[in-house]
């Protein structure tokens, strides 16, 4: 940002709620939302980054049950899977404290889960003061149970990534985690695709694939090393993990496609990111990548898991650099709206009159 908002020495005293990671490089977007609002003069207090879920379930509890003077305004991350419940729980106790909540929805899991059990996430939903989502996907998948989401979208610091030199390799950039949702597997099919001379199309056969991520322990990186030995792949695929969230600008610069293979998706930052780097995108059209990519104007859409149509997508991309290269700058252009200069201010709207929600005996507490 150009420059820092002025200092409130009455800002709120916030509660953020979700998984948080000890290294704030490396934190998930509403920790970093929270640290911007600790630096603006607000006291935050998170929970948790406890590494179990269990552990995290524990500390978060105590934390509400034990933190004195209650916090204006609690924000809680809601996403599927084991960390719904953990969100269930806390929104539960935020209630009872008659604490206001802001609850942010997070992941394309989240709509299959709504779409199992409505009345669970219809009652979370409700106990919530206002409720949040990072892409109009979300927000009108789960319209039918508060008609009052509003949008804010994952914040980045747009000044922070380069935008990608001219030049005429062919590298293909994976960042996601290794995880079945993500299908790192795909990015390995599609390389290999690329580079058969027995496909009838173009062979490319100085193609190379770079696959960054951290390793979410259900097999799928042991899976992809072993797909990439299987089809001799050994010397034009690099398989890294994870990386801070500071150094994934130029880990991007690297990358001449970036490809995007999830089978479940919302609104991926690291998308987001590559927009940011005028890196070209080849996406599956899953969840909220259509909205984000404004229909295949700002990248191009695949169905998911069909190395055959992702592989063509990417031939197009590397062989029409011209085309290629205007709708990554068109990309660029888009996700300005995501920069912090514009987001933060949204959140400090958002809170100060989420605030204004609590129980007027809340204003006689003292400040921490």
């Known amino acids: ?38 630096a603006l003069g607000h006291h935050v207090v998170l929970a948790s980054s406890r590494p179990s879920a269990l552990g995290k379930l524990l500390d978060t509890m105590t934390v509400i049950a034990a933190l004195r003077p209650l916090p204006d305004v609690a924000h809680v991350d809601l996403f599927s899977g084991r960390a719904f419940f953990l969100a269930e729980i806390a929104i539960r106790l935020l209630a009872r404290q008659k604490i ?3 609850v942010t929805l997070h992941g394309g899991g989240l709509v299959e889960l709504a779409d199992h059990s409505p009345r669970r996430v219809e009652r979370v939903l409700a ?4 409720v949040t989502a990072p892409s109009r996907f979300l927000q009108e998948a789960m319209s039918r149970f508060r008609h009052d989401i ?9 000044s922070r990534y380069r935008l990608i030199p001219e030049r005429s390799t062919s590298r293909l950039l994976w960042l996601r985690a290794y995880h079945k949702t993500y299908n790192p597997r795909l990015a390995v099919d599609v390389l290999n695709l690329l580079r058969d001379k027995r496909q009838g199309a173009p062979c490319l056969d100085e193609a ?3 696959m960054v991520g951290p390793d979410k322990g259900d097999g799928s990186r042991r899976a992809t090393e072993r797909r990439v030995r299987s089809l001799g792949l050994d010397d034009v695929v690099e398989i890294r993990g994870g990386v801070d969230k500071l150094d994934v600008p130029d880990v991007l610069v690297e990358g001449d496609v970036f490809l995007n293979t999830s089978n479940v998706d919302n609104t991926p930052v690291t998308v987001i990111e590559a927009m940011a780097s ?11 990548t259509s909205s984000l990519l404004s229909n ?18 990417v031939r197009s991309t590397l062989t029409d650099r011209t085309e290629a290269l205007d709708r990554a700058k068109r990309a660029r252009n888009a996700v300005e709206s995501f920069d912090w200069q514009h987001v933060l201010p949204k959140w400090r709207e958002l809170i100060r009159a989420t605030a204004d929600k609590r129980p007027a005996s809340a204003t006689q507490r003292g400040r921490l």
């Open 1 to 38: 940002m150009s420059s820092e908002p002025h200092i409130d020495e009455k800002a709120e005293r916030l509660l953020f709620v979700g998984s948080y990671a000890a290294h704030k490089a490396a934190s998930a977007p509403s920790q970093e939302i929270a640290t911007r609002l600790e």
């Open 100 to 102: 206001p909540t802001i």
């Open 127 to 130: 106990g919530a003061t206002r």
């Open 150 to 158: 509003e949008l804010v979208p994952n914040p980045i610091e747009l």
């Open 208 to 210: 190379r694939l770079t």
């Open 278 to 288: 005028g890196v070209p995108v080849v996406s599956t059209d899953v969840g909220g």
């Open 296 to 313: 295949g104007e700002l990248g191009i859409l695949v169905p998911p898991d069909d190395p055959e149509s992702m592989a063509r997508a």
